[in-house]
């Protein structure tokens, strides 16, 4: 059997894991390639109007995946504990995928609330392809120890740019909106054909950045809003303005993001992304925010 990953929401969290995890019991994969316009029409057919622009990629690359494998990867994501929420959309994926789609789905929750662990969900994945309790074990103690490696040297990567002495923009956004080819990709090429040195905000010390959020606002409760938000405080001082970057119609970064740029004393731009086709008029936005940069 082969399992497809949809590139997209969850990949951009757990997607290196589930690869090495997957590699590790000899069961084979694939992965969706980087959105395209193929998979932006495939999110558009089977979307419906109210979905954000993430989750609309999401259901694209589901689409794409339906003829090349046997079932699907999708997890539910509900909570990390009581006051560490997701998105809405997180845990209602599997019900979304599983009414549009007739394919097999391989699916696990994580929900702390409920005793309901990350490890678990790995274990589930692996008894689902009938693998062994201690092969399941050893794969997953060396996919999370090489994830953790490989994300340690991306964050002294990110903390060694922002020491630089050059401009450089912090980027304040999810990741599976910074690392899709067709929101945040083309942003962060254009800032560095500006001259921009782009600081990622989901590349530092997640723990810390989670405490760091509440000095901004003690009433998140969205756990990767509070981790982006905290990064934040890592490093404002030390960069030249800060670029706010969503997908329409998010109602949490509409609400998360306006609540911070409120309280930071520091040249912001707040940027909502639709339809990638209108470019143009991101990019006077951007040259002018550069501008007045110092």
Same mark, same amino acid.
């Given at each position: 059997?082969?399992?497809?990953?949809?590139?997209?929401?969850?990949?951009?969290?757990?997607?290196?894991?589930?690869?090495?995890?997957?590699?590790?019991?000899?069961?084979?994969?694939?992965?969706?390639?980087?959105?395209?316009?193929?998979?932006?029409?495939?999110?558009?057919?089977?979307?419906?109007?109210?979905?954000?622009?993430?989750?609309?990629?999401?259901?694209?690359?589901?689409?794409? *995946?339906?003829?090349?494998?046997?079932?699907?990867?999708?997890?539910?994501?509900?909570?990390?504990?009581?006051?560490?929420? &997701?998105?809405?959309?997180?845990?209602?994926?599997?019900?979304?995928?599983?009414?549009? =789609?007739?394919?097999?789905?391989?699916?696990?929750?994580? @929900?702390?609330?409920?005793?309901? &662990?990350?490890?678990?969900?790995?274990?589930?994945?692996?008894?689902?392809?009938? !693998?062994?309790?201690?092969?399941?074990?050893?794969?997953?103690? =060396?996919?999370?120890?090489?994830?953790?490696?490989?994300?340690? !040297?991306?964050?002294?990567?990110?903390?060694?740019?922002?020491?630089?002495?050059? !401009?450089?923009?912090?980027?304040?956004?999810?990741?599976?909106?910074?690392?899709?080819?067709?929101?945040?990709?083309?942003?962060?090429?254009?800032?560095?054909?500006?001259?921009?040195?782009?600081?990622?905000?989901?590349?530092?010390?997640?723990?810390?950045? *989670?405490?760091?959020?509440?000095?901004?606002? @003690?009433?998140?409760?969205?756990?990767? @809003?509070?981790?982006?938000?905290? @990064?934040?405080? =890592?490093? !404002?001082?030390?960069?030249?303005?800060?670029?706010?970057?969503? &997908?329409?119609?998010?109602?949490?970064?509409?609400?998360?993001?306006?609540?911070?740029?409120?309280?930071?004393?520091?040249?912001?731009?707040?940027?909502?992304?639709?339809?990638?086709?209108?470019?143009?008029?991101?990019?006077?936005? *951007?040259?002018? =925010?550069?501008?007045? *940069?110092?």
């Amino acid at each position: 059997m082969k399992i497809g990953i949809p590139r997209g929401l969850f990949y951009y969290y757990y997607g290196e894991m589930w690869s090495l995890f997957l590699e590790k019991l000899g069961i084979d994969y694939i992965i969706s390639p980087e959105t395209n316009r193929e998979i932006i029409n495939l999110g558009n057919k089977y979307s419906s109007d109210e979905m954000c622009l993430s989750l609309k990629h999401y259901i694209g690359h589901v689409a794409y *995946l339906t003829g090349d494998c046997d079932c699907v990867l999708v997890p539910r994501i509900d909570n990390y504990g009581i006051n560490e929420q &997701t998105c809405t959309n997180f845990l209602a994926c599997y019900d979304i995928i599983n009414n549009l =789609f007739d394919i097999d789905i391989v699916d696990y929750n994580i @929900s702390y609330t409920d005793d309901d &662990t990350m490890e678990k969900g790995f274990f589930k994945v692996g008894k689902y392809f009938g !693998k062994n309790v201690r092969d399941i074990h050893n794969a997953y103690i =060396f996919a999370l120890n090489r994830y953790k490696k490989v994300f340690k !040297k991306k964050c002294i990567v990110n903390m060694n740019n922002v020491g630089k002495t050059c !401009k450089k923009v912090l980027l304040v956004s999810h990741p599976y909106n910074t690392y899709d080819s067709m929101v945040g990709k083309p942003i962060i090429r254009y800032l560095e054909s500006l001259g921009c040195m782009v600081i990622y905000s989901d590349l530092f010390d997640k723990e810390k950045c *989670l405490k760091k959020s509440f000095d901004l606002s @003690s009433g998140l409760y969205w756990r990767f @809003s509070s981790e982006i938000i905290g @990064s934040i405080l =890592f490093c !404002k001082d030390n960069v030249d303005g800060i670029i706010f970057l969503s &997908t329409f119609p998010c109602g949490l970064d509409s609400l998360v993001n306006e609540v911070v740029i409120r309280k930071l004393d520091k040249k912001c731009l707040n940027i909502v992304v639709d339809d990638m086709d209108a470019f143009a008029g991101i990019e006077t936005r *951007l040259e002018s =925010f550069v501008d007045i *940069l110092v």
